[in-house]
Nanobody, 114 residues
Framework: VQLVESGGGLVQPGGSLRLSCAASGLTFSRYYMSWYRQAPEKERELVAGVTSAGARTNYADSVKGRFTISRDNAKNTVYLQMNSLKPDDTAVYYC????????WGQGTQVTVSS
């Protein structure tokens, strides 16, 4: 099983980024997919999640109205559209897949700074 994140980088406050997580080696459409993040010296926290068919989503209060999670089961990919980025959003962002087992990606760095 592989989860490969991409799309991170350096962006100014107020800017946008779109993260992608491409999955392989698993039946993607069975898995609940989520994005987590971990800032330096902080615990990893849930950012957003989406059910297997994409019907329901949930978000951390800190990103509601700014971030949107979506998935394309035909492409085995989950996305995180991040708008109105703030310096506090700076973290390593991880993709997570869970069903009867749990898998993590290696993470992608997002830095919000002027």
């Amino acid at each position: 099983v592989q989860l490969v994140e991409s799309g991170g980088g350096l962006v100014q406050p107020g800017g946008s980024l779109r993260l992608s997580c491409a999955a392989s080696g698993l039946t993607f459409s069975r898995y609940y997919m989520s994005w987590y993040r971990q800032a330096p010296e902080k615990e990893r926290e849930l950012v957003a999640g989406v059910t297997s068919a994409g019907a329901r989503t949930n978000y951390a209060d800190s990103v509601k109205g700014r971030f949107t999670i979506s998935r394309d089961n035909a492409k085995n990919t989950v996305y995180l559209q991040m708008n109105s980025l703030k310096p506090d959003d700076t973290a390593v962002y991880y993709c997570r897949a869970n069903w009867i087992d749990v898998h993590w990606g290696q993470g992608t760095q997002v830095t919000v700074s002027s």
